[in-house]
């Protein structure tokens, strides 16, 4: 299931929810209930496959050797 982080735009709360694709848009605020709520883009991950030995791809977090960065 995806994780959503949001902003409540009543209280300013930031919170991750995990929600099916179709549920996101029900998202509350889980401080004041309000569905006044701003998804915000955190980017995302890209875990190579376990054993591979292919050097393309992210490498984990050293931003300085990956060439898709």
Known sequence: MP???Y????CGKRFTLFLSLSKKDEARCPECGSQKVRQ?????LYNKP???NS???CSG???GSCSGC
């Not at 902003?7 to 009543?10: A, G, H, K, R, S």
């Not at 915000?40 to 995302?44: A, K, N, S, V, W």
């Open 50 to 52: 376990h054993g591979s």
């Open 61 to 63: 977090g050293n931003c």
């Open 7 to 10: 902003v409540c735009e009543d």
């Open 40 to 44: 915000l883009f955190t980017g995302f």
């Open 55 to 57: 050097t393309s791809g």
């Open 3 to 5: 994780t959503y982080d």
